[in-house]
């Protein structure tokens, strides 16, 4: 083969592999606020209609376990498996999203196309989350306020703030891809399953499982070396 030849075809592949950068993104959340917000509103609303002697005062039994950080990444993690449909902000499929006063639910999957501004102002996987939560999907956000907040607290792997405000009925599976494609990104999967106190961070580099301590530096040292790689290639 030719060295034009041999050129042209490198130069295929890589316009080929390296097309759109995008977000991915799988999604399977039933987040149950805490309790204890529930119980500080209803009691902020009452208004006592004459004065009751005050009952003894019994200290709340403390929790027996809390979220921490595992020794090894989930593999048995069952992500969101829907066919996508076309969508303007790429494609998607919706399948489950209720939200209540203490409840909220996403179950979806998709992905972003990052257009020009996107991709110039991503520099962290904060950013990434940003943009989530901006994007609709059949009119409902990919992620609501609550949501950010929780995703949030995994990425800096706060699991005593997390504790305290989702209930430990809470099930949380999160995996999120920043990239050209799966086989060409940098992603995080947060899993915490139904009645568990334990949640499982992982990092996939081209969606293979780093089998080393979650560092979300490390995530947003990939993520930066996209966007300067796309940028360059303009």
Same mark, same amino acid.
């Given at each position: 083969m030719?060295?034009? *030849?041999?050129? *042209?075809?490198?130069?295929?592949?890589?316009q080929?592999?390296?097309?759109?950068?995008?977000?991915?993104?799988? +999604? *399977?959340m039933?987040?149950?606020?805490?309790?204890?917000?529930?119980?500080?509103?209803?009691s902020?609303?009452?208004v006592?209609?004459?004065?009751?002697?005050?009952?003894?005062?019994?200290?709340?039994?403390?929790?027996?376990?809390?979220?921490?950080?595992?020794?090894?990444?989930?593999?048995?993690?069952?992500?969101?498996?829907?066919?996508?449909?076309?969508?303007?902000?790429?494609?998607?499929?919706?399948?489950?999203?209720?939200?209540?006063?203490?409840?909220?639910?996403?179950?979806m999957?998709?992905e972003v196309v990052?257009?020009?501004?996107?991709?110039?102002?991503i520099?962290?996987?904060?950013?990434?989350?940003?943009?989530?939560?901006?994007?609709?999907?059949?009119?409902?956000?990919?992620?609501?306020?609550?949501?950010?907040?929780?995703?949030?607290?995994c990425?800096?792997?706060?699991?005593?703030?997390?504790?305290?405000?989702?209930?430990?009925?809470?099930?949380?599976?999160?995996?999120?891809?920043f990239?050209?494609?799966k *086989?060409?990104?940098?992603?995080?999967?947060?899993?915490?399953?139904?009645?568990?106190?334990?949640?499982?961070?992982? +990092?996939? +580099?081209?969606?293979? +499982?780093?089998?080393?301590?979650?560092?979300i530096?490390r995530?947003?040292q990939?993520?930066?070396?996209?966007r300067?790689?796309?940028?360059?290639?303009?």
């Amino acid at each position: 083969m030719k060295f034009k *030849d041999l050129f *042209d075809k490198e130069m295929l592949v890589e316009q080929h592999i390296r097309k759109q950068l995008k977000i991915i993104y799988e +999604i *399977d959340m039933n987040l149950i606020k805490a309790q204890e917000e529930t119980t500080e509103k209803q009691s902020n609303q009452e208004v006592p209609q004459q004065p009751v002697q005050q009952p003894e005062t019994v200290p709340a039994e403390p929790s027996q376990s809390a979220l921490a950080e595992p020794t090894s990444p989930d593999i048995n993690a069952s992500p969101v498996t829907n066919a996508p449909s076309p969508q303007e902000l790429g494609v998607a499929s919706v399948v489950t999203e209720e939200d209540t006063e203490d409840k909220v639910e996403r179950k979806m999957s998709g992905e972003v196309v990052l257009n020009d501004l996107e991709k110039d102002n991503i520099q962290s996987f904060e950013d990434v989350i940003d943009i989530l939560s901006k994007k609709e999907v059949n009119g409902d956000k990919v992620f609501d306020d609550f949501c950010v907040e929780v995703v949030t607290l995994c990425c800096n792997q706060k699991f005593q703030e997390l504790q305290a405000i989702i209930d430990k009925k809470s099930k949380i599976f999160v995996e999120i891809y920043f990239g050209y494609n799966k *086989d060409d990104s940098v992603g995080v999967r947060f899993s915490k399953r139904l009645n568990s106190d334990l949640l499982t961070s992982t +990092i996939l +580099i081209d969606n293979e +499982i780093v089998t080393t301590k979650f560092s979300i530096d490390r995530v947003n040292q990939r993520i930066i070396e996209f966007r300067n790689y796309e940028v360059k290639r303009k």
